[in-house]
């Protein structure tokens, strides 16, 4: 199972990234995405999930309002990440549970490369 994210970059604060992660198709069909990030010296930490369905999301506080996750129904879900903070900086990572949505890392199954984004004040 292959889960490629993409779409890092180094930005100024206030600015706006998409990030993309491409899954196998059976993975993708059979599997609720998340995405995590790890700022460099923390523990990996939640951003967003999204149902198989596409039709339910959840957000972690510290984003919610200003990043939207989605999916479409080939094989790529999606991060669009708006008023990007400097405390938003961290590599990014896509994952696949096979158990539904959920906020912990525990319940994803496969994991992606990761993709950096840096945020300057």
């Known amino acids: 199972v292959q889960l490629q994210a993409s779409g890092g970059g180094a930005v100024q604060a206030g600015d706006s990234l998409r990030l993309s992660c491409a899954a196998s198709?059976?993975?993708?069909?059979?599997?609720?995405m998340g995405w995590f990030r790890q700022a460099p010296g923390k523990e990996r930490e939640f951003v967003a999930t999204?149902?198989?369905?596409?039709?339910?999301t959840y957000y972690a506080d510290s984003v919610k309002g200003r990043f939207t996750i989605s999916r479409d129904n080939a094989n790529t879900v999606y991060l669009q990440m708006n008023r990007l903070k400097p405390e938003d900086t961290a590599v990014y990572y896509c994952?696949?549970?096979?158990?539904?949505?959920?906020?912990?890392?525990?319940?994803?199954?496969?994991w992606g490369q990761g993709t950096l984004v840096t945020v300057s004040s």
């Open positions: 994952a696949a549970a096979s158990g539904g949505r959920s906020g912990y890392t525990r319940d994803y199954d496969y």
């Open positions: 198709r059976r993975t993708f069909s059979t599997h609720a």
């Open positions: 999204i149902s198989r369905s596409g039709g339910f």
